[in-house]
Structures are given as structure tokens and as C-alpha cells.
């Protein structure tokens, strides 16, 4: 493959990622069945698998267009989870007030770390 033939498929790969944003405002002002969250999670979770499922049939390398539509859905799915998770951490951060959110967040970012050094010295 050409270099920018590569540059286009990763672009177009992470424009998941770019519209986080507007996952945001889409969780925050239409609640699914009078629920802010679990239904939102649900469906990122089914989007993950869908992807990493297909992504995993040998149909699927066999062409780059088709590998980048079920790599976008996985990316999809990871976005929005991630975009659920940081406002579940903010809306327990409210409820706990100044202390219980500030040992939330301290939480959140040695979980990260540990999960970076593990990944780094396995």
C-alpha cells in the first residue's frame, strides 16, 4: 500500500476519537428509556464486539476497506465508553463532593498507570 493510501485509512480511523464531543452531548440530552448511561454502554459494548468479532474473520484482512469499517466500529464502541466512563467519574465526583472526588480521580489515574506499567514491563 501507498503511504497515503495508509495515512487516509488511519484519518478516517480516528475521526471516532475526534467527535467525542458530540458522544457527550448526545448521553447528556437524549437518555435512552429515562436512562442516562446503560443503555448508551450497552451499545458501545456491542459495538466493540461487533468489530473485534468481524475483525477476526479472515473475510475481513483480505480487503482494507472492509478491515477499516469493522475497526471503526470498534474504535466507535471504545470512544463512547470512554466517554460514559469520564461522566460517571464526574457525576460521582459531584455527589461525593471536594474530597470524595478529588480520591476518584487520584483512583482513576493509578489504575491507569499500573495498567500502563503492566502493559510496559509484561
Not at 480516528?14 to 448526545?26: D, E, F, P
Request: hydrophobic fraction near 50%; charged fraction near 15%.
Amino acid at each position: 500500500m501507498q503511504p497515503g493510501t495508509i495515512q487516509s485509512y488511519v484519518s478516517t480511523a480516528k475521526i471516532t476519537w475526534n467527535i467525542k464531543m458530540i458522544y457527550g452531548l448526545i448521553f447528556d440530552n437524549f437518555p435512552l428509556f429515562n436512562r442516562r448511561f446503560k443503555p448508551y454502554m450497552i451499545i458501545s459494548a456491542l459495538f466493540t464486539l461487533l468489530g473485534c468479532v468481524f475483525l477476526g474473520f479472515p473475510f475481513s484482512s483480505m480487503n482494507p476497506d472492509i478491515t477499516l469499517i469493522w475497526f471503526w466500529f470498534t474504535l466507535m464502541g471504545m470512544a463512547m465508553s470512554d466517554v460514559l466512563a469520564d461522566a460517571m467519574i464526574v457525576k460521582t465526583a459531584r455527589e461525593a463532593g471536594t474530597r470524595g472526588g478529588a480520591n476518584l480521580q487520584t483512583l482513576c489515574c493509578h489504575k491507569k498507570d499500573l495498567f500502563v506499567c503492566w502493559y510496559y514491563y509484561r
